[in-house]
């Protein structure tokens, strides 16, 4: 094998399951990198300097973004704005004998109005606001902004496709970011899909649970909306040309789902989503860090080429040996080393020997791309050196 290939190449010589030079090894996510960037150029160099098979997502995401008023910090791609035919009202209220403030948010929309209400907790960063899609939002609400079909109209109107000024931005932005990427051997990512973690931004966790087996229909509508909205958004940056397309999973597993209810509600959309970016020439990747054991037949099934997230620390029931078994030839894997845990709490024999267990038991016949997971967000002296003996340890062995 060529010891020439470009960082793209191995890629997707991996993903495909093809013999390569070496086992690449690339951040599925970097945010203590990409806090000290100007830019996304500058977040792809920095990591192409430390020798990692880097790649360029669309859209071009910008760094100085503050999440206090961004509508979407947990879903990257294109923006998330409301129309002239929806008002956003957010205010606080503050009681003298509540433990916490409460910030509320009214949609008005040509449908009806649609509330909602969190509890301003110490560690929230949003501001005096209540973004539409957050992580922040499931544990804090107080009220849910999606509580039943008669919500649903005016959802409508809250999930609307990009506008034909944000698609021509979108285009522009990726003509350069995808010409940087040829100029440097990078694969293209398009970011992101999604369907039930959005549900759950909307509508809470437990809810639609219980809404699956007691409200079936109306979690089906909900479901479709959300599809629809999705679709669009997706097809505009597969247009545009993106060697993997992501979708988040993170919800969409076994610590909400059982296998039954997942081939319902789930899968279907999922094969969808596999077929469009098919269709593209695009390889089509799901991020999920846990209990995903019972689904990888639904994985294979739908045709997914990438699993984003094996992470043996946070998934303590995962069985590693037997995900390598069933998806070999398959499905590539992407991940093997918990981030918070053991790359910024561990020491640097934690980080080497987790690294060399990720190597040995996933790297072996191809379809294996390592990564911290799901994220390294520490910035400390002891991280840094953290990383660096990921990287020394990861070169010796791959």
Not at 141 to 159: F, H, M, N, Q
Not at 205 to 232: C, S
Not at 282 to 291: E, M, R, W
Not at 338 to 354: H, I, Y
């Amino acid at each position: 094998m060529s010891h020439n290939l470009s960082s793209r190449e191995r890629m997707l010589a991996t993903i495909a399951h093809e013999e390569t030079d070496y086992t690449p090894c690339s951040f599925m996510i970097y945010n203590a990198l990409r806090s000290h960037c100007r830019d996304q150029y500058e977040f792809v160099e920095r990591q192409i300097a430390m020798g990692l098979d880097t790649c360029m997502g669309l859209p071009v995401r910008d760094t100085t973004r503050d999440r206090s008023t961004s509508e979407q910090a947990d879903l990257h791609g294109l923006p998330v704005r409301f129309r002239d035919n929806v008002q956003v009202e957010d205010w606080r209220q503050d009681e003298a004998d509540a433990r916490y403030p409460i910030l509320h948010r009214r949609y008005t929309t040509p449908a009806g109005t649609l509330t909602t209400s969190v509890d301003r907790t110490e560690d929230w960063v949003q501001g005096d606001r209540v973004p539409l899609f957050d992580d922040f939002v499931i544990p804090r609400a107080r009220k849910r902004l999606i509580t039943g079909v008669d919500d649903l109209p005016a959802l409508r109107y809250l999930l609307t496709p990009p506008t034909d000024d944000e698609i021509n931005q979108f285009r522009q932005t990726s003509q350069r970011a995808k010409q940087t990427a040829d100029e440097l051997g990078l694969m293209t990512i398009g970011e992101w899909g999604g369907l039930f973690d959005i549900a759950c931004w909307l509508c809470g966790m437990e809810e639609l649970v219980y809404a699956a087996i007691e409200q079936p229909a109306y979690l089906e509508e909900l479901l479709a909306i959300i599809a629809d909205w999705n679709r669009v958004r997706e097809e505009v940056v597969l247009a545009v040309g993106v060697d993997l397309y992501i979708r988040r999973g993170w919800y969409e597993t076994t610590d909400f789902w059982s296998p039954t209810l997942y081939e319902r509600f789930i899968l279907p959309d999922l094969k969808a989503d596999v077929r469009r970016c098919h269709q593209a020439e695009t390889k089509l990747a799901v991020i999920s860090t846990s209990s995903f054991t019972p689904l990888l037949d639904d994985y294979i099934e739908a045709g997914i080429d990438v699993l984003i997230g094996a992470d043996p620390v946070q998934d303590a029931r995962a069985d590693l040996p037997l995900m390598k078994r069933k998806l070999a030839g398959k499905v590539a894997i992407w991940g093997g080393v918990n981030g918070f845990v053991t790359v910024e709490m561990g020491t640097a024999a934690d980080v080497q020997r987790a690294v060399t267990e990720a190597m040995e038991m996933l790297a072996p016949g191809g379809g294996f791309i390592l990564s911290p997971v799901d994220n390294v967000v520490d910035d400390s002296p002891v991280t840094r050196a953290n990383v660096d003996a990921f990287l020394q340890t990861w070169r010796a062995l791959r």
